[in-house]
């Protein structure tokens, strides 16, 4: 029985999508405009190195026509495209939809005002936390805000909470002088205060440094979900006796469910190390389950051209590695859950198709066109695996 390996490029979207519009997002596309950038020499985007980005590994299993930019080619994988239904472009609607459950559900979301928390959640939080207030409470991006209210939260004990177009309340603080501990037990409060929100993820930011100079968030990152609404491919999998092994945030984004194994690392490398480990460890008929965040967290978010280039060259480099470690019988697929185009206004997802590249010995090179929804990733896995199919979704294997 082969196994199957899913790697989310977390943002990695190609455009395109066909109701981006209805997003705010008509015209984003996060690989082509970085593309772009690359090939134009950085000539607007200082830092960016010159020449065009290389990511011959990708592109030799078919990225380029997947993403509309080259004709369709023999390849040395399946490859094609995806939409999404679900009706948010954030985190948990992407990663749910590629295991098969898209969400039917509207999320709740906070306002662009100031403050953006509703006055009974701040106060609930300061009471049940036992805090002696807030710092925040606004629209914003993780580390302008850390940089900004760092100091005063670590003189303070004050956490910092905000929010972004994304149904989620994040929570930053300190990892000595507020205690990473008490940063959790915060957060594990806020989750159920935010229930009734139908908000749908609370985030632990933890970070270090001194001063505003220095601080930096840390891998202890942790994300506090509402469950899927209903069962995955990976509940799936537990329950036909299989281990899914969740690499990265996989495990917080399905708020542990159908998880037997959470393995973490410090940036998309030492991920990179981890799901190779979990390659030589995972059995026949296993899942592995990864997620590479720093395309999103770092670069995406933080509008770094450059950086996400080399993020993206970084982890080309090193596919030829899972590619090695792979046995007859295996898939693995690289996908994404959304995009988080760098050159687009704002800090936000921008709603954009996601490819999809499959290989692994025995993989027939082939196009398997544009699918209608991520739903059909999970079950084209299920049934790699000789799982029952779901609700939702076909397969093209």
């Known amino acids: 029985m082969g196994r199957a390996f899913l790697i989310v490029l977390d943002s990695f979207g190609i455009g395109n999508a066909p109701d981006a519009a209805a997003f705010g997002d008509a015209g984003a596309d996060t690989f082509g405009h970085i593309r772009d950038a690359a090939a134009a020499g950085g000539a607007d985007r200082p830092g960016l190195r010159e020449g065009s980005l ?56 906070f306002p662009r005002t100031v403050p953006a928390l509703p006055a009974s959640l701040t106060e609930a939080l300061i009471r049940d936390g036992d805090l002696s207030g807030i710092l925040g409470n606004r ?81 202890n990152r942790r994300d506090y979900s509402v469950p899927p609404p209903e069962a995955t491919l990976l509940d799936r999998a537990v329950a036909a006796g299989r281990r899914v092994i969740a690499i990265g945030k996989i495990g917080d984004i399905f708020a542990h ?14 991920l990179f190390d981890a799901l190779l480990t979990a390659v030589r460890d995972a059995a026949d008929g296993d899942l592995v389950f990864a997620n590479f965040v720093d395309f999103d967290m770092v670069h995406g978010h933080r509008r770094d051209v450059a950086g996400y280039a080399g993020a993206l060259e970084a982890f080309d480099r090193r596919l030829p590695e899972l590619e090695t470690a792979l046995r007859p019988g295996d898939l693995a697929i690289l996908t994404a859950d ?60």
Not at 82 to 91: I, Q
Not at 164 to 191: K, M
Not at 350 to 373: D, S, Y
Request: charged share 20%; aromatic share 6%; proline share 7%.
């Open 54 to 109: 290389r990511l011959p590994n990708m592109e030799r299993l078919g990225l380029l026509a997947a993403a509309g930019l080259a004709d369709a080619l023999p390849g040395a994988g399946l490859y094609g495209s995806a939409s999404e239904v679900s009706r948010g472009k954030d985190t948990p609607s992407g990663h749910w939809e590629i295991a098969g459950v898209p969400v039917p559900f509207e999320w709740g979301y």
């Open 139 to 219: 629209h914003a991006s993780g580390t302008e805000i850390i940089e900004a209210e760092g100091e005063e939260s670590m003189a303070t004990g004050r956490p910092i909470l905000y929010t972004s177009a994304d149904s989620v309340l994040q929570i930053a603080a300190h990892e000595n002088a507020f205690g990473l501990e008490r940063l959790y037990e915060l957060c594990r409060i806020a989750r159920a205060h935010v229930d009734p929100l139908n908000i749908g993820r609370v985030i632990a930011r933890p970070f270090t440094g001194e001063t505003r100079a220095n601080f930096r968030r840390t891998a």
């Open 257 to 270: 469910q159908g998880i037997s194994e959470v393995r973490k690392g410090d940036g998309n490398m030492a």
């Open 338 to 397: 959304h995009g988080c185009d760098p050159t687009f206004p704002g800090t936000d997802h921008t709603r954009e198709n996601v490819p999809i590249l499959g290989l692994g010995p025995g993989i027939a090179p082939r196009a398997i066109g544009h699918r209608a929804t991520f739903a059909d990733i999970g079950e084209s896995v299920a049934a790699h695996l000789g799982l029952r199919p779901g609700a939702h979704g076909t397969s093209f294997l």
